[in-house]
């Protein structure tokens, strides 16, 4: 396996799942962290996915590396085993964006899962096998994301869900440029050039984000595929870079953790 920089910073650390004497849970973290901003600040609410995070950098439309996260500055090179990943196109094109030729390099940060279906499908396979069994879907993702097997990969089911644009480079930069300043909107520009994006809650308001948390919490159990917690980012993308990020997490995401399933 080779080695190489990751040119991306850690994104959203998890904060301790909170109960008050009743029971109830309590989004302190996130409410100190909402307070920073002004009132009419806008938020997104993503699923916080049980899975590996993965860069994938496009060269003028064409996958040409993906990238383990690592220690957040050296990853693994996993670009072979990526080009069978659901989700994560190996070309990209979409003629309908005005401009869409003018984008030089795009690199994206997803999600890798294994949807429990797949998950099943493939312990049980190992089992007739006599192999030993993967002990849950995250496991199982880790070890097929790096295995030598492409074949393996072929028939696995991997699956990805972008959750951020990390960088675009335009050929002219004085030309048009279809990613615009919404977090929100760029995660639209990239559902319809085939890429999966993450699913949450869009260009909510403060008031609304905790019942977002809340909501997104009851329907867990019934998603294909597990998540641990929720993600709230701020959607304004001049807003993130003016707010910059800590020595290990942005200052413009925090991530709220569930309890773990009883």
């Keep these: 396996v080779s080695i190489v920089f990751v040119l991306f910073s850690p994104v959203v650390g998890v904060y301790e799942t909170l109960r008050d004497d009743q029971g109830n849970v309590r989004c302190i973290k996130v409410n100190d962290f909402l307070s920073k901003f002004p009132s009419d600040t806008l938020f997104d609410i993503e699923h916080k996915i049980d899975g590996l995070s993965l860069s994938a950098t496009y060269s003028h439309g064409t996958l040409v590396i993906a990238q383990t996260r690592g220690d957040g500055y050296i990853g693994e090179d996993v670009t072979e085993n990526a080009k069978h990943i659901l989700g994560l196109p190996r070309h990209i094109s979409n003629s309908s964006y005005y401009g869409f030729d003018n984008i030089k390099e795009l690199e994206v940060r997803c999600e890798v899962y294994l949807p429990f279906e797949a998950f099943l499908k493939i312990n049980e396979q190992r089992e007739l096998e006599n192999k030993k069994l993967f002990k849950?879907?995250?496991?199982?993702?880790?070890?097929?994301?790096?295995?030598?097997?492409?074949?393996?990969?072929?028939?696995?089911?991997?699956?990805?869900?972008?959750?951020?644009?990390?960088?675009v480079e335009y050929?002219?930069?004085?030309?048009?440029?279809?990613?615009?300043?919404?977090?929100?909107?760029?995660?639209?520009?990239?559902?319809?050039?085939?890429?999966?994006?993450?699913?949450?809650?869009?260009?909510?308001?403060?008031?609304?984000?905790?019942?977002?948390?809340?909501?997104?919490?009851?329907?867990?159990?019934?998603?294909?595929?597990?998540?641990?917690?929720?993600?709230?980012?701020?959607?304004?993308?001049?807003?993130?870079?003016?707010?910059?990020?800590t020595a290990k997490y942005p200052r413009w995401a925090v991530a709220y953790k569930y309890p773990p399933d009883e």
């Design 136 to 167: 849950n879907p995250r496991n199982a993702a880790a070890g097929l994301l790096r295995t030598k097997n492409i074949n393996d990969m072929k028939n696995a089911g991997l699956c990805a869900l972008i959750f951020n644009i990390q960088r």
């Design 171 to 245: 050929l002219d930069n004085t030309g048009i440029k279809i990613f615009d300043n919404s977090h929100s909107v760029g995660l639209n520009v990239l559902r319809n050039m085939g890429f999966s994006v993450v699913g949450g809650y869009y260009c909510c308001k403060q008031d609304e984000i905790i019942s977002m948390i809340k909501t997104i919490g009851m329907v867990r159990e019934k998603l294909p595929y597990g998540i641990d917690g929720a993600v709230v980012k701020i959607d304004s993308l001049d807003y993130r870079e003016e707010l910059g990020n």
